[in-house]
């Protein structure tokens, strides 16, 4: 499960994993992961150990 946010439809979600399109390493400990939400908007979640955002990020 991955809590993302959604600004489109601006709430926080669990999504399962069968909601993630895409992962990518960025780089080194930084990996982003493509997500839908349940209303099928585009979520880039950015997670990884060199970043100071707390929490999920969201483009
Ligand atoms: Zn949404």
Redesign the pocket.
């Known amino acids: 499960m991955f809590l993302a946010y959604?600004g489109?439809?601006g709430d926080r979600f669990l999504l399962p994993a069968n909601h993630v399109i895409g992962v990518h390493n960025l780089d080194i400990g930084v990996i982003a992961v493509e997500l839908t939400?349940?209303?099928g908007?585009h979520i880039l979640l950015i997670s990884g150990n060199d970043i100071d955002i707390p929490g999920p990020a969201t483009v």
Do not use: A, D, R, S
């Open positions: 959604c489109e439809c939400c349940y209303e908007h």
